[in-house]
């Protein structure tokens, strides 16, 4: 599976937007790119994924550079509750593919 | 989406014993359920792959003897940690991608063994 590089933490106002970045480079055709969360002692999240498409839902919505080599998660309007490691991972689909996690970003929300 | 739920949600037990871990998809059959462990203030491992029917794939350097792996139906892994050692105490999570064909992993909510 493709590695992806995040920044290790990240600050953001709580109710302004946080934009979470991700590099994956070395990222496949068939690979989705999927972002997850995980507060503290709980087990990982699924916040949305997407191909190439930019794609919203209720919680996030995600951009996808044209090239694919990159990608950002937006949480538009950022609570205390956001508080969390964000994990971004590429993989490919299919039953048995799974899912990879590197070190991910914190992002502490703050009043 | 999809539920994907653990138990126990913790468990404490002694040096040498052995303790279950189960992992139940709630809502859709799951052929193949992933398990994780976590070690403080460190990112998800993945251990090893459990597929309905068949053996577990692990991961390199996860003791197959020593976690062992069942899959027998089709909403429910189990992990067993044989011979629990303090080391051994850590966050166990699994997952399951949700419904046949579907693009999206769901995990569950965890479970953390003390080993004492």
């Known amino acids: 599976d493709a590695k992806t590089t995040q920044p290790t933490s990240m600050d953001c106002a709580e109710g302004r937007a946080a934009n979470l970045p991700c590099n994956h480079s070395t990222i496949s055709g068939n690979e989705y790119v999927y972002w997850y969360r995980q507060i503290h002692s709980q087990g990982p999240q699924y916040i949305i994924h997407g191909l190439k498409n930019n794609e919203t839902n209720e919680m996030a919505s995600l951009i996808i550079t044209e090239d694919r080599k990159s990608s950002t998660l937006i949480l538009p309007h950022a609570t205390l509750r956001d508080t969390a490691v964000y994990y971004c991972i590429v993989s490919p689909t299919g039953t048995a593919s799974k899912l990879t996690f590197g070190t991910g970003t914190r992002l502490q929300v703050t009043l | 989406g999809a539920v994907v739920s653990q138990h126990p949600s913790w468990v404490i037990c002694k040096s040498g014993t052995s303790v279950k871990i189960e992992c139940r998809s709630l809502?859709?059959?799951?052929?193949?359920m992933f398990w994780y462990r976590q070690f403080p203030k460190q990112s998800l491992m993945l251990m090893a792959t459990?597929?309905?029917?068949?053996?577990?794939?692990?991961e390199q350097g996860v003791e197959k003897d020593k976690f062992l792996i069942n899959h027998a139906s089709l909403t429910l892994s189990t992990l067993t940690v044989t011979s629990a050692h303090p080391e051994d105490s850590s966050f166990y999570i699994c997952?399951?991608?949700?419904?046949?064909?579907?693009?999206?992993?769901?995990f569950g909510e965890g479970s953390w063994l003390t080993v004492v």
């Open positions: 809502d859709f059959q799951a052929t193949t």
């Open positions: 997952s399951a991608r949700g419904g046949t064909g579907a693009n999206t992993i769901y």
């Open positions: 459990s597929n309905e029917g068949s053996k577990a794939t692990y």
